[in-house]
């Protein structure tokens, strides 16, 4: 078994590994996964030494939870961290609904969104059952963004969430039921509103800090900095188009990438192919380099890309890579950058 870094999340007592899984494709968030794959991914990522997972509800109505949950279970409770998420509630399909949807495809649940208070409470009381575990370490307020609800739609949901969610997760935080409480979304702004109005321990931010985009670096991330708030990268390939590069079928945040972001990725391609560096590689390291980083979160479909990204986590790559991209307006001068020494940056709290 591979021993990978552990940093500490914020100001908590957590300790995340530098790479972590996230369940979102092995709960057949947009497309299927067989079974054994997703088992398969999760035991592939315990012997290569990962120890922090997450999942959702949204992840195929709770199939996600299941799968987790079924592996994770075989493992001593306290050798691994353990994020889930809540503002969707499940709830049964009719009998003829149901018969329509294949349960390797997704649970027989309709889901609606919930930030209450009792929402909350309710829906971590039903992932802990679908999981088949007795605790979670970290949940998370999912998708509170316009990106879900639109920017009217939003305003109601984030206060719903701040009036309703956050309390009671505060609360359960308070009682050491929980370790940690944060916000999951795809929206850095979103993040850095919580972060002013209430007391959060982390933010999974996907997507939003990664080789191709740097808006999160002006004001959102010095601020967790100075607070001792945690971030997660997930996401970190964008949608694959930073593992897969500029093909037909590279996908952009989960859809197909604009004309100006494809001639980005060629160029980055090619700084990477003049400084013999895979772009995977140096889209998996980048976000750690950042002090308020804890870890790096990308989706896995199967146990062959949970291996491949242990092994690019290990690539050498040097200074010159990232000045390059620095000079050709490629990456925000004011990034920090991994040391060319250190293949996976480790300050263990």
Not at 36 to 51: F, K, L, T
Not at 309 to 320: G, K, T, V, Y
């Amino acid at each position: 078994m591979n021993r990978l870094p552990k940093r500490r999340l914020g100001r908590t007592d957590v300790k995340l590994t530098v790479l972590g899984l996230s369940g979102s494709s092995i709960g057949n968030l947009y497309r299927p996964v067989p079974e054994g794959d997703a088992a398969g991914a999760i035991d592939s990522g315990w012997r290569g030494g990962i120890r922090y997972f997450d999942t959702a509800p949204l992840y195929g109505n709770g199939l996600g939870e299941h799968r987790v949950g079924r592996v994770l279970g075989q493992h001593r409770r306290d050798r691994f961290v353990l994020s889930t998420k809540i503002g969707r509630m499940l709830s049964p399909l009719g009998p003829g609904a149901a018969a329509n949807l294949h349960s390797r495809t997704a649970l027989p649940f309709a889901q609606a969104y919930d930030y209450s208070y009792d929402g909350a409470l309710r829906s971590l009381d039903d992932s802990l059952q679908r999981l088949g575990l007795g605790c979670i370490d970290v949940a998370l307020i999912h998708d509170i963004d316009a990106d879900h609800h639109g920017p009217a739609g939003q305003k109601r949901r984030y206060r719903e969430a701040m009036e309703g969610a956050y309390p009671a997760l505060a609360k359960l935080r308070d009682e050491g039921v929980l370790k940690a409480i944060g916000v999951g979304t795809n929206d850095w702004r979103v993040c850095e509103r919580c972060a002013n109005d209430a007391d959060f321990d982390c933010f999974v931010l996907a997507g939003r800090y990664t080789l191709l985009e740097q808006g999160a670096l002006a004001s959102f991330l010095p601020l967790c900095a100075r607070k001792g708030i945690g971030v997660i990268c997930a996401a970190p390939f964008n949608s694959g188009i930073l593992a897969r590069g500029a093909t037909g079928s590279a996908k952009y945040n989960e859809a197909a990438p604009p004309p100006g972001v494809r001639d980005k990725i060629r160029r980055i391609e090619r700084v990477c192919k003049r400084h013999g560096v895979n772009m995977a590689a140096a889209a998996l390291q980048f976000p750690l380099a950042h002090r308020a980083i804890a870890s790096v979160l990308p989706g896995v479909r199967g146990p062959a890309q949970v291996e491949q990204n242990l092994r690019l986590f290990q690539d050498a790559i040097p200074a010159e890579f990232w000045l390059a991209l620095v000079s050709e307006g490629l990456l925000d001068a004011a990034a920090p950058v991994p040391k060319s020494r250190d293949t996976v940056p480790n300050t263990k709290g």
